[in-house]
């Protein structure tokens, strides 16, 4: 069982809005969710801005731009993201042993310029929102949670501080690869709430059951009546998960 400010620390808002929306919704919600994710969307609009705002709020940023490109280009912009104090940045998993590598150098060395805490850099596996037949188009083999397997078996070895994967992988991870790496969910739905785009979403207390660190939750609050109230309920399934 987890108290209501480890509950907080295990909650993560999807910022997928406009930013001056998702600034007031984290406003709203932050008695309960204690990181902010900016993804692509905003960050391509508003740069670091778009970090520091989060920041001024109190939250921890988790910046998500699912870096992917030669090790070079990745230590570069793991550097800046470093630079500014987010608590967590994701890479592919996909971009191999040598662009790992360098993103967690990048990220390292990037913080310790500017005087931050080095952000846990995170590799995300599979998306939640694909499903068998398009792994299998991709030309991944094996099924979702064994592609997934096999490239957090390559990102841990790499030295990445933790994984993206769906809460169906997140048990999996953990028998596999012990207790040290942080394991961050997405797709995360309330019982009787609407999957969308999500092939591999699961409800709160599976995800923690699971062994999942942190939960990222964005639509589920997004378009609750009452935001807070939704933050809430989700807060307390995983106190009592």
């Known amino acids: 069982m ?3 400010s480890q509950a907080r620390d295990k909650l993560a808002l999807a910022a997928d809005l406009p930013l ?10 932050a008695p309960h969710v204690g990181y902010a994710k900016v993804g692509l969307s905003l960050f391509v609009e508003h740069g670091p801005p778009a970090v520091a705002a989060f920041q001024k709020l ?46 967690v150098k990048g990220a390292r060395e990037g913080a ?3 005087g931050h805490e080095a952000p846990r850099v995170l590799a995300v ?21 064994v592609a997934a397997l096999r490239l957090a078996k390559l990102a841990v070895g790499a030295g990445v501080d933790g994984l993206v994967c769906s809460p169906h992988e997140a048990q999996a991870f953990r028998r596999e690869l ?15 709430a609407a999957k969308g785009d999500q092939s591999r979403a699961e409800t709160p ?16 609050i997004h378009t609750a009546a009452d935001p807070l109230s939704a933050a809430r309920s989700i807060a307390e399934e995983v106190s009592t998960a």
């Open 178 to 192: 012990g207790s040290a790496p942080f394991l961050c969910t997405p797709g995360i739905r309330p019982a009787g």
């Open 112 to 114: 310790r310029a500017r």
């Open 58 to 103: 109190g939250a921890r940023v988790f910046l998500d731009l699912k870096l992917h490109d030669i090790p070079n280009t990745v230590e570069l912009a793991a550097a800046r993201a470093g630079a500014l104090g987010v608590s967590l940045l994701t890479v592919h998993a996909a971009g191999g042993e040598a662009m790992l590598k360098a993103a």
């Open 125 to 145: 596996t599979v998306l939640t929102s694909m499903s068998a037949g398009d792994v299998a188009a991709v030309g991944l083999s094996g099924a979702p949670d």
């Open 20 to 29: 001056e929306d998702g600034l007031r919704l984290y406003q709203q919600v």
């Open 2 to 4: 987890t108290d209501a």
């Open 205 to 220: 207390a599976f995800a923690v059951r699971a062994g999942a660190d942190l939960l990222v939750v964005g639509r589920p």
